[in-house]
């Protein structure tokens, strides 16, 4: 399956919630940046909880070293904030730990977590808006 990756920013509560879904290649990540960074909502300074679910990545470890590049060469994506990145595989935790080293010079703050749980304990987000949050999980998953 064609992967995709798909997004919702909830600026109440200045969160961006990010699902990732079938097999991602480092063109469908460059697609995701550009189409995030020219949401008119996005602002790079909001926490973010990123669910990489039932992907799959089809990447080398050099292709997550030019998503990073990517990244820090985006000045609409960078900003101080935390990020945390639930994995389900072995495999995306793999990923997802060596693009936060890879990141290291950045001002976010990556997390690698196992649960929405710890993702959301990790970003500090209130209580209250957990099920706002699982919410638009759901819904941006359908």
């Known amino acids: 399956m064609a992967g995709q990756i798909y997004y919702?920013?909830?600026?109440?509560?200045?969160?961006?919630?990010?699902?990732?879904?079938?097999?991602?290649?480092?063109?469908?990540f460059k697609d995701h940046t550009i189409k995030l960074g020219n949401d008119p909502d996005y602002d790079p300074c909001f926490n973010a909880i990123t669910d990489f679910g039932d992907c799959e990545f089809l990447v080398s470890n050099q292709d997550v070293k030019k998503a990073v590049d990517l990244l820090k060469n985006s000045e609409s994506l960078i900003g101080q904030r935390k990020h945390a990145f639930i994995f389900r595989t072995a495999?995306?935790?793999?990923?997802?730990?060596?693009?936060?080293?890879?990141?290291?010079?950045?001002?976010?703050?990556?997390?690698?977590?196992?649960?929405?749980?710890?993702?959301?304990?990790?970003?500090?987000?209130?209580?209250?808006?957990y099920p706002l949050v699982q919410q638009e999980f759901i819904r941006i998953r359908d």
Not at 11 to 21: A, E, V
Not at 92 to 101: D, K, R
Not at 109 to 128: C, D, G, H
């Open 8 to 28: 919702k920013v909830l600026k109440d509560i200045k969160l961006t919630l990010i699902c990732y879904n079938g097999i991602v290649d480092l063109d469908i």
């Open 91 to 129: 495999r995306q935790q793999v990923i997802s730990s060596l693009f936060s080293m890879l990141s290291g010079d950045l001002p976010v703050v990556f997390n690698v977590v196992s649960s929405l749980r710890e993702a959301k304990s990790y970003i500090e987000l209130n209580p209250a808006h």
